[in-house]
């Protein structure tokens, strides 16, 4: 568990909650700046860790409970296996659909219909989706049949698994390597597999995972 780790892990419960870090400090009833990028680091450049009472206010105030956190720290939370009953309804889009024409926007938001849905839990993202995997490349992270709940809104850094479109309609699911201005750098999540770099010019969006099912 690192430092890193910790704060990605409140950004993406802000965004799955609809709200900027500083909403989700305000939300948990702390001092609005809590949360900012800029106290993150000391003036002294040591890292500084948000305090216990801190996450034990944002859980609280958020109804999450420690596990479900714990998994946000890793990268992603489980989203329990079935296609029913959850918090709410989102577009399930097939892996090889997703490379197609008619089901995103030029901004990369789900558009049209003839999908699936799933029940999920609540997500904040008003766009998120779900995408169902097909295929091996992506092991053994991703498996043939799981299904992985993308937010087009949620923060992305180095290290968090997303999906790609490039301008030639191909969709994949990485991990962010590295980003500059003007290239990213994606690691494969199976090893048998290449990484990729692209220049930002050839991709139409870049989404982060925030759930899959395990």
């Known amino acids: 568990m690192t430092h890193e780790e910790i704060w990605r892990a409140l950004d993406a419960l802000a965004a799955e909650n609809g709200l900027s870090a500083s909403g989700l400090a305000r939300k948990a009833g702390l001092d609005a700046t809590a949360f900012n990028p800029s106290k993150r680091i000391g003036a002294d450049g040591r890292a500084r860790w948000p305090s216990t009472e801190s996450l034990a ?10 596990a479900d956190f714990a998994a946000l720290v890793t990268g992603m939370a489980a989203l329990p296996r079935g296609r029913g009953g959850l918090g709410r309804r989102i577009p399930l889009i097939g892996l090889a659909q997703a490379g197609g024409e008619g089901y995103f926007d030029d901004g ?3 558009v049209g219909g003839g999908w699936d849905e799933i029940g999920v839990p609540e997500v904040g993202d008003p766009h998120a989706y779900a995408l169902e995997i097909s295929g091996e490349s992506m092991e053994p992270v991703f498996r043939d049949g799981d299904i992985v709940i993308v937010s087009p809104g949620a923060p ?11 301008q030639k309609g191909e969709v ?29 010019a050839e991709l139409n969006w870049m989404h982060r995972i925030v759930w899959s099912t395990q």
């Open 156 to 166: 992305i850094r180095r290290g968090d698994r997303v999906v790609v479109r490039t």
């Open 172 to 200: 994949m699911a990485k991990e962010l390597k590295r980003q500059s201005a003007r290239r990213i750098d994606l690691r494969s999540l199976n090893p048998a597999h290449p990484d990729y770099t692209f220049d930002l």
């Open 57 to 66: 206010k944002v859980l609280a105030a958020t109804g999450t409970g420690m």
């Open 108 to 110: 990369g938001f789900p």
